[in-house]
Structures are given as structure tokens and as C-alpha cells.
């Protein structure tokens, strides 16, 4: 069957570390990644979009991997600040559909 | 400018009624998504239009579920005979599908509509 998984347990770090965030999938064809924020009671905010045939993509503080041989993306956020705190939601684009598959999300906590 | 907008924030229902949500997208934009969250859980996709019609119903979870879009601009989807099961936050979300199909998917949601069937 078809699954995005995300580590459901919160992350928590300090101040000014790296997080790292993983997403992996099975049985998908994914032709591009998102990545999203969400905010308690808000809507999802687009971060970072990573085509199939990148490896890397970086904003800001933010870099995303995509590795199709792994089916796994990682999100990193440098330099880390108590605002970073929210859940991050993985997505994906199955070749040939619009539609977004979501991962359940993984809740980052900064800690000043 | 004016994102995504949705109506009502909150609706409380009884189980058995019907009810409409409202989806204004961004102007613009002709692509426009539902979504629903339920507690703790990712999002789920329920359907996709492009203009008026809409090219992908998959989501729906059964025939209770509906939706239509007007004018290439705002959107209804309608819940009959509401189950508590219903009970989630209905996401709408609207992108460009202009000549950079980057912009096809990058996806601008609304801040939902919290459904609650009692």
C-alpha cells in the first residue's frame, strides 16, 4: 500500500541547533516534494518545492534533500529559533496527479 | 493581497443535517482544493477542480459528499446527512497554473473550517 511516513513524536531542540526532519515513502512515483508549515489552527504554509531529478534545495535557513532511490526527503533548518516551532508536513505530487498526499506531520519545539 | 478565505470558521451540527462550506480562492488562480484534517492526522485530499469542472473526485469519501465551483472562483462543498465521523477541519486551497508548472503546485491554503457533528 501507499504511505508517507513522518516521525510522529515531537522534536525538540535548542536554540540555534540544526533540526532535521524525515519524510519517507513507499510505493509512490513522486514527480515533485513540498514541504509545509502549519501553525496551530491555520492553514498549511508552502515552504520548499524539490524536483525528482534535484538532490538539493536551499531558502534561507532551510535545505531539503530528495533522495528516489531511498524514497526519503530530508528538511533541515539551520540556525534554529523558538519561531521555527510548529508541524512540518510533507507532500507529495504522484506523477500525474495535482493532488497533494500528506504525511501525518512532525511538530518541531525550539527551546530558547 | 487577499488570500484564500473561508466560510464559516466554526460550524456546529447536528448529526442528520446538511451543511455547505464556502472556499473563496485567490484571484486568479483556477485550480482550487479541498482537504480535511482530522485530529492529529495529515491531510486528507477529497477533490480538485480546474475552472468549473472538476477533472478528480477521488477523495470523496462516499456520496454524501459533494462540491461545485462557480465562476472559476468560489467554491461549495456540501456534507448531507452529516455523520459525527464528518467531524474535522475542511481545508481549501487554491494555485496558479500559469506557464511555470512550478507554480501549478505550490498551494495556497485557507485557515479551514472547523466541522463539529454532534
Known amino acids: 500500500s501507499q504511505k508517507i511516513e513522518q516521525n510522529s513524536e515531537a522534536l525538540n531542540i535548542q536554540e540555534g541547533k540544526t533540526a532535521t526532519l524525515t519524510c519517507n515513502y513507499t510505493n509512490y512515483s513522486p514527480a515533485y516534494l513540498q514541504w509545509y508549515r502549519q501553525d496551530p489552527g491555520r492553514g498549511p504554509v508552502f515552504l520548499l518545492l524539490?524536483?525528482?531529478?534535484?538532490k538539493e534545495k536551499r531558502k534561507e535557513r532551510l535545505k531539503v534533500t530528495f533522495d528516489t532511490t531511498l524514497k526519503q526527503s530530508l528538511f533541515h533548518i539551520t540556525a534554529s529559533q523558538p519561531a521555527d516551532s510548529a508541524t512540518y508536513l510533507c507532500?507529495?505530487?504522484?506523477?500525474?496527479?495535482?493532488?497533494?498526499?500528506f504525511g501525518s506531520g512532525t511538530r518541531l519545539q525550539v527551546q530558547p | 493581497g487577499a488570500g484564500v478565505s473561508q466560510s464559516p470558521s466554526n460550524k456546529v451540527t447536528e448529526k442528520g443535517k446538511d451543511v455547505e462550506l464556502r472556499c473563496d480562492p485567490i484571484?486568479?488562480?483556477?485550480?482550487l482544493y479541498w482537504y480535511r484534517q482530522s485530529l492529529g492526522q495529515g491531510l486528507e485530499f477529497l477533490i480538485y477542480?480546474?475552472?468549473?469542472?472538476?477533472?478528480?473526485k477521488s477523495g470523496l469519501p462516499s456520496d454524501r459528499f459533494s462540491a461545485e465551483r462557480t465562476g472559476g472562483s468560489v467554491s461549495t462543498l456540501t456534507i448531507q446527512r452529516t455523520q459525527q465521523e464528518d467531524s474535522a477541519v475542511y481545508l481549501c486551497?487554491?494555485?496558479?497554473?500559469?506557464?511555470?508548472?512550478?507554480?501549478?503546485?505550490?498551494?495556497?491554503f485557507g485557515p479551514g473550517t472547523r466541522l463539529t457533528v454532534l
Open positions: 477542480f480546474q475552472g468549473n469542472s472538476a477533472p478528480d
Open positions: 486551497a487554491s494555485s496558479l497554473a500559469g506557464q511555470d508548472r512550478t507554480s501549478w503546485y505550490e498551494q495556497f
Open positions: 524539490i524536483r525528482e531529478n534535484e
Open positions: 507532500a507529495i505530487h504522484n506523477t500525474g496527479r495535482r493532488a497533494l498526499t
Open positions: 484571484s486568479g488562480h483556477t485550480a
